[in-house]
């Protein structure tokens, strides 16, 4: 099993430039997530999905879009990237009813 | 509103001694989880223990422990004898049950262990 993988692991986007970030993972989770962690902090939530064709904002949704049209797979949208949204992007996904969240390798994006 | 608050942002340990990280967090909520992870310097995320709101028992997993009071609000991560493969960022992490899904991390604490 591959777990959690990401694509791409690494970007540079100019301002204003529009990117799709893919998040797969093989274990037949229900849920799944899109984290951004800024440096020398914490992960903070950007969407999450409990479910095909369903999504939920999380704390700091402004500026990205998330579609979960197949169970396996969930995509981050940046429409218009900002410098601000330089920053490394987890995704992890778990099985409902509590347990752990299984992290892929993250993604690191730079807008200039 | 859910929150998790790590105090410590950087601790240090001497190698194979026990040290505790900190972690409070605030939630309405009656059914919760709470975890703690471990991202060492290459940037990946790893599980390192789980304790459920209505567990009697704090959780254990080899070196790790979880020492949760439920009254204070605190779920603090114990490591006993360190390792220096310990050094790393620990994150302590929320999951709302009744909130389907929404999960909320701590800023983290850095953790360097010295030989």
């Known amino acids: 099993n591959a777990g959690v993988t990401q694509t791409p692991k690494f970007r540079v986007l100019k301002t204003g430039q529009s990117m799709t970030l893919l998040c797969a993972q093989d274990?037949?989770?229900?849920?799944m997530y899109w984290y951004r962690q800024d440096p020398g902090m914490g992960l903070r939530l950007i969407h999450y999905?409990?479910?095909?064709?369903?999504?939920a904002k999380g704390e700091v949704p402004d500026g990205y879009n998330v579609s979960r049209l197949k169970k396996q797979n969930f995509l981050l949208g940046l429409e218009s990237a900002a410098p601000s949204q330089t920053s490394v992007y987890f995704c992890?996904?778990?099985?409902?009813?509590?347990?752990?969240?299984?992290f892929g390798p993250g993604t690191r994006l730079t807008v200039t | 509103a859910q929150k998790i608050t790590q105090t410590q942002p950087g601790m240090f340990v001497q190698e194979k001694e026990a040290v505790t990280l900190d972690c409070t967090y605030d939630?309405?909520?009656?059914?919760?989880?709470l975890f703690w992870y471990k991202q060492p310097s290459s940037g990946e995320m790893i599980f390192l223990i789980y304790?459920?709101?209505?567990?009697?028992q704090n959780a254990t997993e080899g070196r790790y422990s979880l020492n949760f009071q439920k009254a204070r609000k605190s779920a603090n991560l114990v490591i006993s004898a360190s390792q220096l493969g310990d050094s790393a960022m620990y994150f302590c992490?929320?999951?709302?049950?009744?909130?389907?899904?929404?999960?909320?991390f701590g800023d983290g604490t850095t953790l360097t262990v010295k030989p």
């Open positions: 939630t309405s909520d009656q059914s919760y989880g």
């Open positions: 274990m037949n989770h229900e849920y």
């Open positions: 304790q459920g709101s209505y567990d009697e």
């Open positions: 992890a996904s778990r099985r409902p009813l509590g347990g752990e969240q299984y």
């Open positions: 999905s409990v479910g095909e064709g369903t999504t």
């Open positions: 992490a929320m999951g709302i049950g009744t909130n389907a899904g929404k999960s909320t």
